[in-house]
Structures are given as C-alpha cells and as structure tokens.
C-alpha cells in the first residue's frame, strides 16, 4: 500500500444554501473550523473557570459579582464555595482535556488539512464527518447543560474517580445529574471521537493523490494518522467505561462499587465491584489521551518550524518514527498514574519502565528539532514564535515527567501541585502552543486573509513568560508538598504558601487576558486582515498550492501529482529556496 | 526579534532552575526510617532533570540567537552528523539515565513495598470517611473486632460499625480521631475506606497510600522524630476534601503508653 492507485475523486456534490455551506456541512474544512470554533468556546470557558479557582484560592471570602446568577447556591452573593470549586475543576478539566486538547489540534487543524495535505478533495466519508462534529457537539451542550441544573457540575473531577462518581446524590452535591451528565457526555464525545477517527484512518490509507507514499506525507499529516490511530483505541475503552459507570448510578449495577459503604449514613446497595477497575479502564484511554494532545501539536510545530528555518529537519523519518514509538508506548504506561491506588507494588514498577523509556523518542525529536535549528535561516513571526515556545515547554513539562515516572518519587509528589504544573505545561500549554502556532500559520489559508503580525507578537510574549509564571511555581510547591484539588489552604502547613498562589493567581489573570489580543486578532482579521496570497510562507506542502481560501473541492477539479518529498528547502527553485510537494521541476 | 526569543528564555531558564538551586522550596523535614531513600531518589533526579532542562533550553535559545533573521539568500547549513548523532545521543544518555534511575529507584520503592512488616510492628487501623480519619487500637486482647457497616452511627461516636454486644473483641478496641505512635517503632496501618476513595498522606513519613473501598491496603513505617505531623487526604473524596486532616502524634514509648491508656479509658 505504497501509494492510492484512485484518485479522489468527487465524493460530493457542491453544497448549496447557508445550511449545507455552514451548518450542516459534509465540507471538511467547514467541519474542521467547526471543530476548531467549539474548541475556541469551550477554552474561553475553561479559561474562565481556571480564573474563577484562581481567585477562589487566594480571595476565598471575596465576591465575583454576578456569580450568583450562574450559581445560586455554588457561590451564593457571588462568593464561591468549597464544594462549587469543585464542580469548577472538574469542569475546567473535562472542557480543557475533551473539548479543547482533543478538538482544536486533531479534528479541527486535521480536518482541515489532512485532505488538503494528501491531494485529496474530501475526507472518505463526508457524512460521517459531519455526524462526528454534530456528536461532539452534543456532548459539549450536554456537559455544558450541568451548569445550569439544580444540583449543579459534578465535584469528582476530570479523572471522576468510582465509586464518588458512581453513588450518586448520596455522595455530595453535583454527584445525581450532574455526574450522569457528565458520563453521558464524555460517552457521546467517544462516539464522535470514534467516528473521527476512522475518517482520518480510512482517508490517509485510501485517498492520497498519486505520487503522494507515506513518507511523501506532511509531517502533521503522519501526526494525525498517529493520533487517529490512537484514538481508535483509545476512545473504544473510554466509551464502554462512561456506559458501565452509567449503569452503576442508573440501572443498580456495581461494576465500580463494592459491598458495605456507607455513604452519608446509608449503607449502599451495591457489591461486588472494583472502585480499581474505573482507574484502569479511565487511565487505558487517560494516558494515550495525552499524545492525543500532543502529538498533533508536535506535528503542526514541526511543519511550522521546518518552513520557517528555511531547511528540512534533519531527519523527518526520525521524527516519523519517534512519534509512533511515542503511540506505542503510550499502550503500557497507564498504571504511572496508580503508583499509590493500591494496585499491585510489582506492577509499578513494570510501568515505571516504560515510562521512563518514552524519554527516548520524546529526546530524539528534541534534539532532531534542536538538530535542525543549527545552521537554519529562521524566520521570526508569531507562528514560528509559538512553535519555539512549544519546544521550550515541552522540553520544560517533558522533565518534570522524570519524577513522576518513578514510583519511588511519585509517594511524595504524587496529587501534589508538581503533578499539576507537569501535565500543564507538557499536554495543556506546549499542546495549547501548537494550536496557536498552527493558527497564526494557517489562518491566511482558512481565511484568505493575514493576521495581524504585531498583536501575534504581543500575544506570544506575555502567553510565553505568563505562562512560565503560571506552572514552574507549581513545582515547586509541589516540591514541599502543597496538595492539589483544595479549594482553600486552611492547613498549617500549606498557609505559608500563600505568597506563591497569589503571585501564581496574578501571572493566570494577565496571561488570560493576553488571549483576548488572539480573540480579537482572529475577528479582526476574518474581516479586515490584509489579503494573504497563495503562499504566504513560501511553503512546499500541498495546502499551498491552491487558492487562500480553498475553493469547495479544494483543488478545482484537478488531481494533483506530487513528485517530491514535503520539505524541499533550501534548495534552488523557479519561485525562490523552495520547491512545491506538487512541481515537476527536478531538485 | 529571534535574539529578543534567546535572552528571554535563557532568563527564564535561569530563574526557573534559581529556586531549585538554591534550596528555597525542600521538602519538610523527613522523620521516618525509609524517606531517606526518597529524598536522594529525588535529588538524584533533580541533577539529572535539571541538567537536561538548563542544557536543551540553552542550547534552544543559542540556536535562535545565532540562527534567526538571517540576511536573505544566506544559504543554510546542516549539523554534521546529522540524525545519526541525535539518536545516539538520546540513547547513550538518556537511555543510560532511563536505567541508572529506574534501577535506583527501586531501592527506594522495595523499602516501602517489598518488606513485610516486623511481627512486632504495632498494628493500628485507619478508617477513612467524608470527611474525617479515624484510627482504631486493638487494646489489651491484641485483636481488632470485625466490621459491621450496618452499625455505623457517627451520631453515637460508633464510627467504625463495632458490635461490642456481640463481639467479646469490640468491647476493648479503642477509636480515636487522632493517630497517636511511639517513636522508633514499627507501625503497621492497616487501611480501611468507608465511603469512597481517600489517601493518607504524611509529608515528613514520605507516605502516600490511597484507601479503596472494598480493598485491604496497609503500609507500613517507623517515625524516628517525636512531634505532631499533618495527615492530609490527597484523593478528591468529595465537598470537604480540602478540610479532611488528621493528625499524626509521634510519642515517646512511655507518653505513648499513658496516652493509650486514657484513651482506653474514654472508650
């Protein structure tokens, strides 16, 4: 299966009327900025709640006016409660890891670009593709919808560990609906995810244009069939796991609930079930889930950093290959997460290997990221600003997984704030630097306009050194044992600590409102942007190659060959130091 | 602007690794027997991992320095070497710190989990609930009453579910909400969760161990330092999470005696 012997051909026709163009689209770049619109919403909330525990952990007693009428009783006179801190977390966590981390970099930059990238004119099953964003969509309003019953979110958090997520209302508030709601949603998320999934899967192996092998494929490409690949599976887990804890609170089941609790004075009426077998089957999919993150994050950076040296990396091959030695690993290391649950002691250590084993490919990209900066003519805008940034915190959240990695370590850190700043900084801002890095360099294609180079800059600055502010304090109050998931620090020992939060609460609070320059960027430039040309970057792949915006069928009817590797640069072309996946000159 | 990039992150690379260098945030004091095994795990790691963060955002930031905005038509060059030297690299080093740590480590993690505990270790068990930790000593028969969840009634101060009318063994256990230990001796805290998911977490004992509903868990550790530590629960169990903590009293054998003593007779 070196290369598709069809070409694409069409697989729909052009869509008519604002309902097929807009809303209900089998077009994948539609569906792609879709994707990437409810990623763009679901952050903002996300980043909004984050503010909200910010300012809860350091003015515990101060009102946020106007909180009272998102939640009565979560923050009566505007004054948050412990327990609605809580239902915040748990919220921020599932918008930012579902709804953020997963949409924006894999089905939003992947719907867009994959076809694109390969020469084909669609995805393999259009309407497929439609249902999955239509699915996730659900599962957002569905999630969303909890804010606004009754009881209130869930408090178990993202992780929403059994049997606290599975007793229901007995076990505090937000655990009757708002957990159920939670669960349903996360299952719907699965389905899309799943849906998405073998879209991407089916299109790589089927629909690629003539000439274009695997290893003629975009770095990014292969980062989202990698992605893809890992979703499949580990969605497919995720799914039947939200469908048992369902049946737990819903049906008298007790897949996650053992025998003689006794839960706000009433024994329960469950046995027989593993409160473990949640953690497992959570971390099967929870650990992937974080390459799912990343990944394609390392893929756009890579593309965005490649055409911004002006030079190929020194090896893409390497990179390929390090990425699905990242995949394959990320299979047997979910057990790092439960070093203290009460597993097995001996299975610890089996998954600490292998933990610290994925070091490996994850240095090797590094250094080959590193590698090719030597020697390179690096252009400085705020795409390749971003893609830089990302190297530097995934380097920075990359070391920190060191310690975690070991169980010995893990005792002490373990559910402190060093776990906390870790996976920040390694799957939340490097993951959240890609998107911005892939968003500053492709909008001009997505849009047909620039966007304004200057406020990007802006933007990059104070995300770069707010960001550092927020999450390497972390470690450090992780490092004397500052404990996470506390809606306030009323311990003896944590009360010193203070000083840290409040300088931490600050950098989050000017670090967010710096996203408002990228808010307002993209608006701005939607409408007002300067007109972008062809090739803004004077970039190799495909997507460069046709019209800024694509036309519906993305190459007009044309099939195009591809006769090169993705990143001759550096080379003497007709057009300038590069030349195009899809010219016949010869390099 | 690519020089403004490198001065940047080179200072925020240093004043990251500045704290960690110059012993600002420790660890607190360390008062069992093991943690000692932890805390040079720790440090060893904190050489390595440091050494790597400083030297990849170094080099990150020499390499933009040097390499951006460059004058136009500047032909580029390629490390020589080439990925043949980077793959190389991340085995030999990383690969050697990746066993160097994961065999080391262990050690650490063998003190904790892979002994048994001393047959004369004391025995005391620890009931996690919402919101409260609660210990019981099996007084003068030496033997813990079995668990009736039915009988739970905190209202009553029968927090453990005994049935000391039935049980000969129940009517000497003695249940306190504070977890009191003589000095120097090895105590095995058997673990029982009574709702849903808890932890018990001790800075200074370097213990860390969730309670599971329906599972049997124990470690087991000897405190060397007389005082009074925290016991924080580190597993979100609920609205009260943030206020569950006990503490843990490191006694002298002989104040630890009288101790148990008035407990005894409070029950």
Known sequence: MEEAVVPAAHVHAPPEGFIRKHVFSLDHKVIGKQYYGLGLVAVFIGMGLSWLMRFHLVWPTTKVPGLELLSSTGAPGGVITPEYYLSLLTMHGTLMVFFVLTNAPFAGFGNYFLPIQIGAEDMAFPRFNMMSFWITFCAFIVLILAFFIPDGPPISGWTAYAPLSAVGKDAGPGLAWGQSLWAMSIAIFCVGQLFGSLNFIATTLDLRAKGMTFMRMPICTWAWFITSAIGLLAFAVLLPACLLLLLDRMAGTSFFIPAGLVISDRLQNHAGGSPLLWQHLFWFFGHPEVYIAILPAIGIVSHVLITNMRKPMLSAKVLIYSMMSIGFLSWMVWGHHMFVSGMNPTSSLLFSFPTLTITIPATIITLIWLGSLYGANMQINAASLFALGFVSMFVSGGVSGFFLAQPSIDIYLHATYFVVGHFHMVMGVAAIFGIFSGTYFWFPKMSGRMMNETLGKLHFWITFIGTYCIFMPFHYLGLVGNVRRYSSFVDDFMAPLMPVHKFISIAAFVTGAAQFIFLYNLIHSRFRGKQASENPWNATSLEWSIPSPPPWDNFGGKHPVIYHDPYQYGVKGSKGDFVMQDSPEQV | ?267
């Open chain 2, 1 to 267: 602007m690519g020089k403004f990039f490198a001065v940047i992150l080179t200072l925020i690379a240093l004043a990251s690794a500045y704290p960690i260098l110059t012993h600002m945030y420790v660890q607190p004091v360390d008062i069992s027997t093991h943690g000692h095994a932890i805390d040079e795990q720790l440090s060893d790691t904190m050489a390595e991992a440091g050494f790597a963060f400083l030297g990849a955002q170094l080099l990150l930031a020499f390499f933009v320095w040097k390499y951006s905005s460059r004058k136009n038509g500047v032909k580029v060059k390629h490390l020589p070497g080439g990925a043949k030297l980077m793959v190389a690299t991340a085995f030999i080093f990383v690969g050697t710190e990746v066993l160097a740590l994961g065999v080391l480590g262990q050690k650490a993690w063998a003190e904790v989990y892979f002994t048994a505990p001393k047959p004369d270790a004391l025995q005391v068990q620890a009931q996690a609930g919402q919101f409260a930790f609660y210990f019981r000593y099996p007084g003068a028969d030496e033997k813990f009453a079995p668990l009736h969840p039915d009988k739970i009634d905190e209202g009553n101060g029968n927090y453990f579910g005994l049935d000391p009318a039935n049980d000969v063994e129940a009517r000497d256990d003695i249940v306190t909400a504070e977890l009191a230990i003589p000095v120097n001796r090895e105590i095995h805290l058997l673990m029982h969760a009574k709702d849903v998911g808890h932890s018990f977490y001790v800075r200074e004992l370097r213990i860390q161990q969730d309670f599971v509903p329906g599972l049997d868990l124990s470690v087991h550790f000897t405190a060397t330092k007389t005082g009074k530590y925290e016991i924080v629960c580190t597993q979100l169990c609920g609205l009260g999470h943030y206020n569950m903590k006990a503490y843990l009293n490191v006694l002298s054998q002989e104040d630890f005696d009288k101790w148990l003593k008035e407990k005894a007779s409070e029950q």
